[in-house]
C-alpha cells in the first residue's frame, strides 16, 4: 500500500516537472522582452469649412468679385472631395525641412488622380463626398480610427464622382465630374450679366501643413489615446482669383479655379 502511494507521487512529481521544463522553453512575447503596452487607438474627425471672407450669401447663392475685377453670381455648384488622407512625419520634418514645397510643386504642375503616394494610410476616408457650393456651409466627413499616429501633413484631393461617393446630387451628373458651377458675371465696365459654365473632370490636390491651436503642438497628432477635430477649410472668397472669363478658354477657367481652391486650403 504505502509503495503504490510512493509510485504515484513520483509520478505527479515527474509530470510537474516536465511542465515546468515546457513552460520555460515557451518564449517570452515580444512586448514582454520590449516591455512595451499593446498599440493604443486614436480617432481623426474631419470636416470640410469655408472661409467667406468677402463672398456674400444671396437669396439664390452666392456673389464674389474676383481679382480681375469680374462680378460673380454663383447660382448652382458642386464639389467632389475625392480623399483626406494625413501624410506621416519623416526624417526631413524632424530636421525643420519640410517636404510640402516638393509635393506642391509636384502636384500643382499638373493634375494630381491619386493620392500622395502609391499606400494609403489608415486616415485616408473610406469614401469620397460630394459637396453643394450652391450655399457653401461646413460639413462634417468621417471619424477614422488609427494606430500610433505620427502625422504632420494633409492631402486634399479633389477627383471626379465615382458610385461610391456621398450625397451624389440628382439635378447635376456628378459621376465623372470634378466640379461643377454656373451662374452668372458681370465683366469689368460692362452692365450686362453673361451665363457660365465651369464643368470639368480634372483632379487636383495639395498637400498642407497641419496646424494646431495655440494651446497645443504638434506633438498632438504624434500620440496615442487622442481624439482629433481637423477641419478643412477652404477659401470661398478667392475661388474664382485669376479667372478672365473673356480671355480664357472652359479648360483655363476650370484649372485656375482648382488651383486656387486647393492652394488656398489650410487645416
Given at each position: 500500500m504505502i509503495l503504490k502511494k510512493l509510485t504515484k507521487l513520483t509520478l505527479l512529481l515527474s509530470s510537474i516537472t516536465l511542465l515546468t521544463l515546457i513552460i520555460s522553453l515557451i518564449p517570452p512575447s515580444q512586448t514582454e522582452l520590449n516591455g512595451a503596452s499593446?498599440?493604443?487607438?486614436?480617432?481623426?474627425?474631419?470636416?470640410?469649412?469655408?472661409?467667406?471672407?468677402?463672398?456674400v450669401l444671396t437669396s439664390d447663392g452666392w456673389f464674389v468679385t474676383n481679382d480681375?475685377?469680374?462680378?460673380?453670381?454663383?447660382q448652382r455648384g458642386y464639389l467632389v472631395n475625392r480623399s483626406l488622407e494625413l501624410i506621416e512625419c519623416t526624417g526631413?520634418?524632424?530636421?525643420?525641412?519640410?517636404?510640402?514645397g516638393r509635393l506642391r510643386q509636384t502636384l500643382a504642375a499638373q493634375p494630381a488622380y491619386a493620392g500622395h503616394g502609391g499606400v494609403h494610410d489608415t486616415s485616408r476616408i473610406t469614401a469620397p463626398l460630394v459637396e453643394s457650393l450652391t450655399?457653401?456651409?461646413?460639413?462634417?466627413?468621417?471619424?477614422?480610427?488609427?494606430?500610433?499616429?505620427?502625422?504632420c501633413q494633409l492631402h486634399y484631393l479633389v477627383a471626379p464622382g465615382i458610385e461610391t461617393?456621398?450625397?451624389?446630387?440628382?439635378?447635376?451628373?456628378?459621376?465623372?465630374v470634378t466640379l461643377?458651377?454656373?451662374?452668372?458675371?458681370?465683366?469689368?465696365?460692362?452692365?450686362?450679366?453673361?451665363?457660365?459654365?465651369?464643368?470639368t473632370h480634372l483632379a487636383w490636390g495639395e498637400a498642407v501643413e497641419l496646424m494646431t491651436s495655440a494651446s497645443e503642438?504638434?506633438?498632438?497628432?504624434?500620440?496615442?489615446?487622442?481624439?482629433?477635430?481637423?477641419?478643412?477649410?477652404?477659401?470661398?472668397?478667392?475661388?474664382?482669383?485669376?479667372?478672365?472669363?473673356?480671355a480664357m478658354s472652359d479648360i483655363e477657367q476650370a484649372k485656375t479655379v482648382l488651383r486656387s481652391l486647393t492652394q488656398n486650403t489650410d487645416v
Open positions: 499593446p498599440t493604443n487607438f486614436s480617432t481623426i474627425t474631419y470636416e470640410l469649412d469655408w472661409d467667406w471672407g468677402d463672398a480681375r475685377g469680374f462680378q460673380i453670381h454663383v526631413s520634418d524632424a530636421t525643420g525641412e519640410s517636404i510640402t450655399k457653401p456651409v461646413a460639413q462634417a466627413v468621417e471619424t477614422i480610427l488609427v494606430t500610433a499616429p505620427n502625422y461617393a456621398r450625397y451624389l446630387p440628382h439635378d447635376v451628373e456628378m459621376m465623372g461643377w458651377l454656373e451662374g452668372d458675371y458681370l465683366a469689368p465696365g460692362t452692365s450686362t450679366s453673361v451665363p457660365f459654365t465651369i464643368q503642438s504638434l506633438d498632438t497628432l504624434q500620440r496615442d489615446n487622442v481624439a482629433l477635430q481637423i477641419t478643412v477649410r477652404r477659401d470661398l472668397a478667392s475661388l474664382f482669383d485669376g479667372v478672365d472669363f473673356e
